[in-house]
């Protein structure tokens, strides 16, 4: 067995125990100890002052324990590390409750008086805020969300129309109740385009291939009006998947001579990337992007071609909208 070696700083520390209170509470205790031996037959009020001694007696020997424990180097390098999280790090407030934390988070960043007198609603924009940030951990978030779409001319119901096909990947992560539902829509006039593949991938290496004829759309009420909808299942992933990563094919129809072709993130999404090519003729003629807090960039070489990418995180209703169209040529 090793034998510990004390230093000299410790020596005196543990000296320093049995010094000064200790010995007096020790024989306080003692001393109501034997005579409560040698007179075991005492009157009531002798019994009161003799108990009042002794609990004296063991408050001041456990006052002088803790008195010495609280000087130890220890003891101060412990509670030097507990205020250095608390008022340096900060560290505390990442293993508190989510209510505790939204609490904290609405008290650091109300405002003054002086600003409410100024910005009268200013104190709920900035809980709106503190919602929607604390709310995340109740959403699916994907991060790497790419498009890759080419423009086209084709033949539908002897019609000639534009085209899109749309091949959109990214990786999902669920929330703490697991992951929600794949949804993937058009609006309710919109009867050619379609949902043709969706693939989920597992970290595990298992692979599901759901076909069109297996992606079943229903009409249903929103509040932009009526649009068909189709829900994709992920429950059964939640208990063993970390992530998943999704691949969706899609394929929409325009009119003769253009097609307004949109994509809008409907979960927070960690970094996007829209390609989009057109053959056949067809042009890009403008586009607008609905991208709030985020950098994005815009690469385009030609008016057939264009990248729409940011590497920043993007809220729901981050969007792109773009003309494709044939030239008009002025006579």
Not at 60 to 69: E, K, L, M, N, R
Not at 92 to 110: C, P, Q
Not at 293 to 316: L, P, R
Request: with cysteine; aromatic share 10%; hydrophobic share 40%.
């Amino acid at each position: 067995m090793k034998e510990k070696n004390y230093t000299t700083n410790e020596k005196t520390d543990w000296m320093k125990l049995f010094q000064g209170y200790l010995w007096i509470g020790i024989v306080l205790v003692l001393f109501t100890v034997i005579f409560d031996l040698l007179f075991p037959k005492m009157p009531f009020w002798a019994s009161v002052i003799l108990g009042l001694v002794n609990s004296i007696g063991i408050a001041v020997v456990v006052a002088s324990i803790f008195t010495f424990a609280s000087g130890t180097s220890e003891f101060v390098n412990k509670i030097q590390s507990l205020l250095q999280d608390i008022v340096v790090s900060r560290n505390f407030l990442g293993n508190i409750d989510s209510e505790s934390k939204r609490d904290a988070l609405n008290a650091l960043i109300k405002p003054s008086s002086e600003e409410k007198r100024v910005y009268s609603n200013i104190e709920d924009y900035l809980n709106t805020y503190v919602t929607q940030t604390m709310d995340i951990t109740t959403k699916c978030i994907r991060s790497n969300y790419n498009v890759h779409a080419r423009a086209y001319i084709d033949t539908i119901d002897d019609n000639k129309v534009v085209c899109v096909k749309s091949d959109i990947s990214y990786r999902l992560y669920p929330t703490k109740d697991g992951y929600s539902d794949i949804k993937v829509g058009f609006v309710i006039e919109d009867k050619l385009s379609t949902c043709e593949k969706i693939v989920i991938n597992t970290p595990h290496g298992v692979r599901e291939v759901i076909e069109s004829q297996d992606i079943k759309f229903e009409d249903v009420e929103v509040d932009a009006g009526w649009v068909r909808i189709a829900s994709i299942d992920l429950s059964k992933h939640a208990k063993n998947c970390s992530h998943l990563d999704i691949s969706i094919e899609f394929f929409e129809v325009g009119a003769d001579h253009w097609m307004m072709l949109s994509f809008c993130a409907l979960m927070p999404t960690d970094g996007f990337k829209h390609v989009l090519h057109c053959s056949d003729g067809l042009q890009i003629n403008s586009f607008h992007t609905f991208i709030h807090g985020a950098k994005f960039y815009v690469d385009q070489k030609s008016n057939t071609e264009m990248t729409v990418s940011s590497n920043e995180w993007i809220n729901e209703g981050t969007g792109l909208s773009i003309l494709i169209s044939q030239p008009h040529v002025s006579s």
